[in-house]
DNA sequence: AAAAAAGTTGACGGATCGTCATTCTAGGTG
DNA sequence: CACCTAGAATGACGATCCGTCAACTTTTTT
C-alpha cells in the first residue's frame, strides 16, 4: 500500500537503527557537557563506528544538530497528537497544544535548546538540504495542527475572525507567543532577570491574555483555565515524556574542557 | 562632574575607538560571508592590528558576538528613547516600543540573529563575564522602559491589573511576543514558509490582540491602530538608522568557503 | 638617559573538522 | 568452494582555526 518502501529492507534498516543510535548518543553527550563538548571526534570515540561511516550519516556536525532538531519536531509532534485527542472545547485543545509545547521545553532544555540554535544561520548554512527539507516539511505539518483547532473553532463559532484576518495569521501569532514564552525563560532560568516568576504561570497567563484579545469563547474571566491546565497535564503525565536512553554509561570519557 | 572618568584620556579613547572599528569590521564580515566566515584570523587580517591585540580586547570569538550584541542592545535602546518620546497616549508608546524592536530586527536581520546566537549557552559560556553582565544590564534597561510605559498606563487608567497580576508579568509577554515574532520571521524571510505576511502587518496585528486582551484603552475597536503605526514610523525615518560604514571596501579577501 | 611599565606582534601548540586512499565484507558467479 | 566485485567502513592525514606567549616596540617614569 505504501508507495514506495526501499528495497533493501535489512541494509536500511540497520541504518537507521544506528543513526537513531548515534543521535541518541549525541543528546547524551549534549546533556552532560554542554554544546562545547560536542565533538565528532568525542561522538566517534563514544560509538561503534569510525568518523567516516559517521560523516555518511551527517554531512557535518551542524547536520547533527539539524537531525537533532528534526528530531525534537517528530516528538513534539506526537505530543501535539496528544493534545488534540484532549476531551474539551476547542479554546481548551489550543490550550493543550500550548501545554504540550512548554511541556517539551521544560522537560527537554537541551533539545529546545537545539531547535533555538538549529534555526541559527551558523548551523543552516552548514546542514545537509534533505535534512533542512525535512525540518521545514515538520514545521508546516505542526503549523497545520494548530490551524485544525482554530478551524474547528471558528465552525463551531466559539471563535470569529475579523475582516481581513486570515486563519494563518492566527496560528502564526500563537506560535509566536509560545516560542518567546519558551525561548526567553531557557537563558533566564539561570539568569536572574524575571526572576520568581513561574514559566507555568506565565504561560497560562499569556495565552489567556491572547485568546480573550481573539474573543475566544469561552473568555476567560468565565471559564477555570487554571483548572483545564491542570486536567491537561494529566494526560501527558500519563504518558511517557522521555524514552530510555540507551547508553547510559558514559563514565570512562576524559573530563570536559 | 562625572565620578571619576579614567584619567589616561588618549589612551582609552583610542582603545575605544579601534574596538568600535573592530566590531564594525565584524559586523562587515558577518553580512557579507555569513556566520562561518567569521573568523578570529580573517578579523585580524582585515583590521589593522594583530591577533594578540585583538584578543586585548575579546576574550575568545564567542565574546565578539556577545560584544556586537551589546552594541545591538544599545542601539535598541536608543530607538527605545525614540518610542518613549513619542506623542500619544499610553498604549501608542506602547505600540511604539513594539514598532522599534521590529523596525531594528528588519533592518539589521544580522545583528538581531547576533542578539539570537549570543543568547546561545554555546556562546555564553565562552564569553567574557563582564560583557555578559553588560548585556544582562542592557536588558534590564530595556525591561524597565517597557515597565515604565506600563506603568503609565496603570496611572492614568487606560489599563488595569487584574487580581493577582504583577507589571513584570506583563512586561514580559510582551517581551515573549514582540521576540517570538521576530525571531520567527528572521529564518522564515528566506523559506517559504508563511509567505505572502507582512511582517509590520503581523506584528500590529498580534500586538493589538495581546493589548486588546488585556483590556488596555482604547481598544483596537475604537482606535486606528494601523495610523498610529504610520504616524510612529515617520519618527524613526527622520532619525538616522544605520550609522555609515567604516570599511567599504572589503573586496581583496579570499571568496567565503 | 636609563629603567620600568604597558602594549603589540606573529609564530606556535593544540584541537577539531572533513576527506580519501586503503581495507573489509556481503553477496553473487562459475 | 574459490573468486570477484560493489559498496561500506576505517583512521591517518591535511587544513583550518583558536588562543597563548616569549620576544619586541613604544610610552611613561625616575
Chains 1, 2 share one sequence.
Not at 47 to 61: E, R
Not at 159 to 174: K, R
Not at 241 to 248: A, C, F, G, Q, V
Amino acid at each position: 500500500m505504501l508507495p514506495q518502501p526501499p528495497m533493501q529492507n535489512s541494509r536500511s534498516l540497520a541504518r537507521q537503527l544506528r543513526e537513531q543510535a548515534l543521535l541518541k548518543l549525541a543528546q547524551q553527550i549534549l546533556r552532560q557537557d554542554g554544546f562545547a563538548g560536542l565533538t565528532m571526534d568525542r561522538l566517534t570515540a563514544l560509538s561503534d563506528v569510525s568518523k567516516g561511516t559517521l560523516y555518511n550519516h551527517f554531512s557535518s556536525k551542524e547536520d547533527v544538530l539539524t537531525a537533532l532538531s528534526v528530531d525534537s519536531l517528530e516528538r513534539l509532534q506526537h505530543l501535539f497528537q496528544l493534545a488534540l485527542n484532549f476531551n474539551g472545547h476547542s479554546r481548551e485543545r489550543a490550550l493543550a497544544l500550548h501545554y504540550a509545547y512548554h511541556r517539551f521545553s521544560a522537560a527537554e532544555p537541551t533539545l529546545f535548546l537545539c531547535l533555538l540554535t538549529a534555526a541559527t544561520p551558523g548551523v543552516m548554512e552548514k546542514s545537509s538540504p534533505e535534512r533542512l527539507l525535512r525540518r521545514q516539511q515538520l514545521e508546516t505539518e505542526l503549523l497545520t495542527m494548530c490551524q485544525t483547532v482554530l478551524s474547528a473553532a471558528l465552525a463551531d463559532g466559539s471563535l470569529t475572525l475579523p475582516a481581513g484576518a486570515a486563519v494563518e495569521q492566527y496560528s502564526f501569532i500563537n506560535w509566536a507567543l509560545a516560542f518567546g514564552c519558551n525561548a526567553l525563560f531557557a537563558p533566564l532560568r539561570q539568569l536572574g532577570l524575571f526572576a520568581g516568576l513561574q514559566a507555568g504561570q506565565i504561560n497560562i497567563q499569556s495565552i489567556n491574555l491572547l485568546f480573550d484579545g481573539m474573543g475566544w469563547l469561552p473568555l476567560s474571566a468565565d471559564w477555570d483555565y487554571q483548572a483545564s491546565w491542570h486536567r491537561i497535564g494529566l494526560i501527558f503525565s500519563q504518558q511517557l515524556m522521555s524514552d530510555p536512553l540507551i547508553h547510559p554509561t558514559l563514565n570512562q570519557t576524559q573530563e570536559p574542557a
